[in-house]
């Protein structure tokens, strides 16, 4: 890409103007293709307009953003773009709906209560994609009654379903249970292409 393709003002520090006297930027659906309205989230892909020995043509760059066209208050008007969420290769389709691991994250760490140790499970169960949530909590929540640990799994199911527009079942677990690799949690278990 060169000297790149876009960067942040500081004037705003919201997303980042991309060079649009040099690039056009879409944003795809990154299973089918289709070109997704400014606003939504997808792939980005870059077609150069000013190079001449080696233009670049929808290059797909695999990161996962959104564009935002409205001018923005440092005067310039040039689009904006995200920062990089997630990288296409991270994504999950889960009964046709994508689902980025980052996306859980975030809803997750909304919750002062969660430790950042999560682990996704996708599985093909009677020919149903189904997700479970792994996630870490306090010590202290074991000790109190088991309702307390249900309203939690409760609550988080729903807001994953309100987010993602998937539905997730959540298990609390203790400090330190979810399998880690390199001192970090593994993301992501694919039942479904083990088999
Ligand atoms: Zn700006």
Redesign the pocket.
């Known amino acids: 890409m060169g000297p790149g393709v876009s960067i942040e003002?500081h004037?705003?520090q919201k997303g980042l103007?991309i060079f649009e006297d040099h690039f056009i930027a879409e944003i795809i659906n990154p299973e089918t293709g289709e070109v997704l309205p400014h606003g939504e989230t997808g792939e980005l892909v870059f077609t150069s307009i000013t190079k001449e020995a080696f233009p670049i043509i929808r290059y797909r760059t695999r990161d996962i953003t959104s564009l935002n066209p409205e001018p923005?208050?440092?005067g310039?008007t040039h689009v904006r773009m995200k920062k990089v969420s997630g990288r296409t290769d991270d994504m999950l389709i889960i009964r046709g709906v994508n689902v980025f691991p980052s996306q859980i994250e975030s809803v997750l760490m909304k919750s002062r209560d969660i430790q950042p140790h999560y682990q996704l499970v996708v599985d093909r169960i009677d020919n149903l994609d189904t997700l479970t949530v792994m996630v870490e909590v306090g010590q202290e929540f074991f000790s109190d009654e088991i309702k307390t640990l249900q309203n939690m799994e409760h609550k988080l199911s729903n807001d994953i379903k309100e987010y993602l527009g998937v539905s997730a079942k959540i298990k609390l677990v203790e400090p330190k249970t979810i399998q880690r690799s390199e001192g970090k949690a593994i993301r992501v278990i694919d039942k479904r292409k083990m088999s």
Do not use: K, L
Request: proline fraction near 0%.
């Open positions: 003002c004037e705003a103007h923005c208050i440092c310039r």
